[in-house]
């Protein structure tokens, strides 16, 4: 029995639909074909750049995985050059094919071909297969990203005031609190709940 082939290529644009299915969960939040518009944007972009590739590994003719390599250097900050394996992705059905594998041979292809020492890239927290093999690739933990929308963190870092009406009732909150507290304390220790804090 013959194994299947794996086939490491440069993306197209026919690849489009495929990329848009494969990174649904980190594209653009918009409909479909847009999604689609964007990862043909994404192929023409780094077709035309030296710097970008967009690599595809096609599994008995199906586009099994894709990840998009750039250089870059380790931080804005830090002006070491590397390659940035972004969104190593596996199509689930393909899972443990070699996939991966193929991804980030690609990736140490180009950094290979660029001279350069480094490679970097980033897998969700929360997928435990991929940061086990990213781990059995080598490859440590140096940084937490996280993201967080716009209008939540001006929200949590200077909430609105309405002219200081919620100055006083801020005042009247802190208040109450210390209230509680002073009865707490007066009672003495109880258990934890008993007072609805």
Known sequence: MSRTPL????????????LAELWADVVRRTDRSE????????VKQAAASPEQRLVVV???????????????????????????SVQPRVMPQLRRHGVGKALMEAATC??????????????PTTSRDANRFMARLGFGPVATVRLVPTSLARQRLS????????NGLNKVL??????????????GPVAFGELGD
């Open 159 to 166: 909430p609105p005031s309405t002219n200081g009406l919620n």
């Open 174 to 187: 802190a208040a109450r609190r210390s209230q509680r507290r002073a009865a707490r304390a007066s009672v």
């Open 7 to 18: 086939v490491t290529r440069e993306a197209r644009r026919e690849d489009a639909p495929a």
């Open 58 to 84: 096609d599994y008995d003719g199906e586009l099994a995985g894709a990840v998009f390599l750039r250089l870059t250097t380790l931080s804005p900050i830090n002006l070491e050059p590397c390659v940035q």
């Open 110 to 123: 180009f950094a290979e071909e660029n001279g350069l020492l480094h490679i970097t890239t980033a897998v």
């Open 35 to 42: 999604q689609v518009a964007d990862m043909e944007l994404v």
